[in-house]
């Protein structure tokens, strides 16, 4: 590492004041961005905003591609090389929740206000600050609001960017609005399902155990616990979401469980699926039910490792800021950048709770300290203290 990386972490102090005095600035982009609805698919409004503020702040190439991610490039001086930040336009939830935001004197709650509606407010204010901050790159700097990233969307924006953009990307940082401190580089394997259990129309409902969809749906959830986890790779299943029934004395024709599979080791994930399958299927022989399985989204395990000089950087700058690293495996964007093994980080710009509820909420305060990280991390890799080569 060169020596005057010192000079960029020296530096972060005087950045957390310039940037305190853009909370306003911030905070009204996280509002605004925030109450417009993003469900998955449907990012289109958010999309327009943020090539709205690109456009203002006389970013180069704003444009929309095929799958509705927002682009904006601040032109480095060399332009030899790029730098690609992104934040996800989608939340998971839908567009008929009250979006209303409130604002509290050290806090901002609302739906998906810290995931990713602070990520993204980062992300267009970021051109202001740097220029306040007189900071000009030797690289382009790429900023992307990215669709179609969560759940069915399967980080489907960002991989087609990376599928089709043409200049090679040097390195790649995922914001997300919460936590600070976090620092992820690398993926586990994972596999989201869903489970549908549906009985048909003509189902003969005097046969024995013609108990409804929920209670074999549950039955089939306690042979999915059943199943023997390893302790080596780490593995993990978790039963996220189940739906089912519409009124007290019904029995229910429909049910579905979403769950998530989760191991260091690619095998037995699909060895867990397998099993997951064939447990499906079988209910669907005892029953005379249909059980379909649906995968939704999979991530290969991969990533940089612990000693990569970005992974470095990035734990010297939290320590700088009183923050002690967190390193995590991620199964969000960075999937993108690990597939196409381009160096790349996801962090957090401040603290929150609640993630994910209605009343999602995130703290102020420390804002200031996540946006002088990122600016410090892009420096960085600008400055080429990131490279191995």
Same mark, same amino acid.
């Given at each position: 590492?060169?020596? &005057? ?34 469900? @998955?698919? =449907?990012?289109?409004?958010? @999309? ?38 992104? %934040? ?82 040097? %390195?790649? /940082? ?21 489970? @549908? ?31 023997? !986890? ?24 429909? %049910? ?5 599979? #989760?191991?260091?080791? &690619? ?12 447990? =499906? ?15 939704? =989204?999979? #991530? ?33 964007? !960075? ?8 160096? =790349? ?16 909420? /995130? #703290? ?12 410090? !991390? ?12």
């Amino acid at each position: 590492m060169k020596s &005057d990386f010192k000079e960029i972490l020296d530096d972060l102090p005087s950045y957390e004041k310039v940037i305190d005095k853009f909370k306003e600035s911030i905070i009204t982009n996280l509002i605004m961005i925030s109450e417009i609805p993003s469900p @998955t698919f =449907a990012e289109q409004e958010r @999309t327009q905003f943020l090539l709205n503020r690109f456009t203002e702040f006389n970013l180069q190439n704003c444009s929309e591609d095929e799958k509705g991610n927002a682009l904006g490039i601040i032109p480095g001086k060399s332009r030899d090389s790029n730098i690609l930040v992104v %934040a996800h336009l989608d939340t998971v939830f839908p567009s008929s929740v009250d979006h209303t935001i409130t604002v509290q004197p050290d806090l901002v709650i609302g739906p998906g206000v810290g995931d990713d509606g602070l990520g993204l407010a980062a992300l267009v204010t970021l051109p202001m600050i740097l220029e306040k901050l007189d900071i000009q790159l030797e690289s382009n700097l790429i900023l992307m609001g990215s669709s179609r990233s969560l759940g069915h969307g399967d980080i489907e924006g960002l991989r087609f960017f990376m599928d089709n953009f043409k200049r090679p990307i040097t %390195a790649g /940082i995922c914001v997300e609005g919460v936590k600070l401190g976090r620092l992820s580089s690398s993926s586990i394997g994972m596999l989201r399902g869903q489970l @549908t259990y549906e009985v048909p129309e003509e189902y003969d409902w005097t046969r024995f155990s013609a108990v409804g969809a929920i209670v074999n749906m549950n039955e089939l959830i306690n042979k999915i616990l059943e199943i023997p !986890l390893p302790r080596k790779p780490k593995t993990s299943i978790i039963l996220g979401s189940i739906q089912g029934g519409t009124s007290y004395n019904t029995l229910p024709t429909k %049910a579905i469980l979403k769950f998530e599979i #989760r191991s260091e080791s &690619d095998e037995m994930v699909t060895e867990l699926a397998r099993k997951i399958h064939s447990l =499906a299927d079988e209910m669907t022989s005892l029953t005379g039910a249909m059980v379909e399985f649906r995968e939704i =989204a999979r #991530r290969a395990p991969g990533g940089t490792q612990f000693s990569h000089p970005l992974n470095t950087v990035s734990r010297t700058i939290l320590d700088s800021l009183g923050y002690k690293p967190r390193s995590s495996p991620s199964t969000s964007e !960075l999937s993108a950048f690990i597939d196409k093994q381009i160096p =790349a980080v996801t962090i957090g710009i401040t603290d929150g709770e609640h993630l994910g509820e209605l009343d999602e909420a /995130i #703290r102020i305060d420390p804002i200031k300290k996540g946006i002088a990280q990122l600016i410090a !991390l892009i420096e960085a890799i600008d400055k080429g203290y990131c490279s191995e080569n």
